[in-house]
């Protein structure tokens, strides 16, 4: 069990790609989406995870998280238990100075949608900011995968 610190930006170009040393495709969904306890079931190239979040701070920045991994045939047999909206994206991973960016390529009715998220150790870390992040969106709960499976960047 841990806590999760973490700060979500837009991204304003696809210059990440450029600095990514790493990309993995990643399907998931949601037994249950409740803002109080999300449990995903989660893909992550050939490896299956399930993941419970707690609520976050007011903040957005912090969260309870405790994630085991699984076999992918048992995460593929969780898909059927889902709530509607399987999310799909490409998620690249981008190292900069002392930090590694997150930074999820959404795909389906998400596609469009570009977002980087920086963990923290604690809240007041200063971390650098690439020229290819734009606003930030911590706490924006419209950005959490678990409302873009309900209600996808698309149809904003």
């Not at 409740?34 to 893909?43: A, G, L, M, N, S």
């Not at 995460?75 to 690249?92: H, V």
């Not at 995968?145 to 960047?153: A, C, D, G, H, Q």
Request: glycine share 6%.
């Amino acid at each position: 069990m841990s806590v999760e610190i973490e700060r979500k930006f837009l991204v304003s170009s696809n210059n990440f790609e450029t600095y990514a040393f790493k990309k993995v495709y990643i399907k998931q969904g949601f037994l249950n989406s409740d803002k109080e306890r999300v449990v995903r079931v989660r893909i992550k190239d050939d490896e299956g995870f399930l993941t419970i979040k707690g609520p976050s701070n007011k903040e957005g920045t912090t969260r309870f998280e405790w994630e085991k991994q699984i076999s992918k045939s048992e995460a593929d047999s969780l898909f059927d238990l889902c709530e509607e909206g399987i999310i799909e994206k490409f998620r690249y991973l981008v190292k900069t100075e002392a930090h590694t960016y997150e930074v999820d390529k959404f795909l389906g009715d998400n596609e469009g949608l570009i977002v980087a998220e920086i963990e923290l150790n604690s809240e007041n870390e200063f971390f650098s900011k690439p020229d290819w992040l734009a606003k930030e969106v911590t706490g924006d709960i419209k950005y959490y995968n678990s409302n873009l499976s309900k209600l996808p960047y698309k149809k904003w």
